[in-house]
């Protein structure tokens, strides 16, 4: 199964761009990558998704580099509430269906 | 639109008890997976459910089960339980069983504590 790699933890200004960087050097070329963010206990919430192209919704952007071997999470404007262990995974392929398959995440502290 | 349920939020067990914890999806959603989720080995996966089919099944000892009803309603059942089995266990839903396109959502998962 494709696996990911991301930095234990950052730092971010509140008001600055938050950039998460994430290497899945072994992802298919079919499979998806996803982000999701978990705050305390709670169940993780989805932020977004792509597979080769790059997105934008409306709480953050996902660049893919060409290649697909990374990606990056960037949350344009950083709030207090983005304070959470975001998690960069890949969809992966299995049996009849699919799996998401979680690394260990990025914590992101946003400090005023 | 409500969310994906999970119930119960908490549970306390010992060990060699069974357990059955429930999922219900959001409003027309036909796809439920299963995760654990561990201090030690974080997030892992469990089941995926749609049509009442179990597409795949990831790492766990059979006493892990799970099934899904007509209504896309899941349920998970561990048996015989062990220490190691305490985790919160997370339930997700999504509209289709593709291939990975789909958005996935998640419940706010049951605490499971064994004793």
């Known amino acids: 199964d494709a696996k990911t790699t991301q930095p234990t933890s950052m730092d971010c200004a509140e008001g600055r761009a938050a950039n998460l960087p994430c290497n899945h050097s072994?992802?298919?070329?079919?499979?998806?990558v996803y982000w999701y963010r978990q705050i305390h206990s709670q169940g993780p919430q989805y932020i977004i998704h792509g597979l080769k192209n790059n997105e934008t919704n409306e709480m953050a952007s996902l660049i893919i580099t060409e290649d697909r071997k990374s990606s990056t999470l960037i949350l344009p404007h950083a709030t207090l509430r983005d304070t959470a262990v975001y998690y960069c995974?890949?969809?992966?392929?299995?049996?009849?269906?699919?799996?998401?398959?979680f690394g260990k995440g990025t914590t992101l502290s946003v400090s005023s | 639109k409500a969310g994906v349920t999970q119930t119960p939020r908490y549970l306390i067990k010992t060990r060699g008890q069974q357990v059955t914890l429930s999922c219900s999806p959001i409003?027309?959603?036909?796809?439920v997976s299963w995760y654990q989720q561990t201090p030690g080995q974080g997030l892992q996966f469990l089941f995926e459910y749609f049509s009442e089919t179990q597409r795949n099944k990831g790492n766990f000892p059979g006493r892990f089960s799970g099934r899904q009803f007509s209504n896309s309603r899941s349920e998970m059942n561990v048996s015989t339980l062990e220490l190691g089995d305490s985790a919160l266990y997370l339930c997700?839903?999504?509209?289709?069983?593709?291939?990975?396109?789909?958005?996935?959502?998640f419940g706010s998962g049951t605490q499971l504590s064994v004793l």
């Open positions: 997700a839903s999504s509209l289709e069983a593709g291939r990975g396109g789909e958005k996935l959502f």
């Open positions: 995974i890949v969809r992966v392929l299995r049996q009849a269906g699919t799996a998401l398959i």
């Open positions: 409003s027309g959603h036909r796809s």
């Open positions: 072994t992802i298919s070329g079919n499979e998806y």
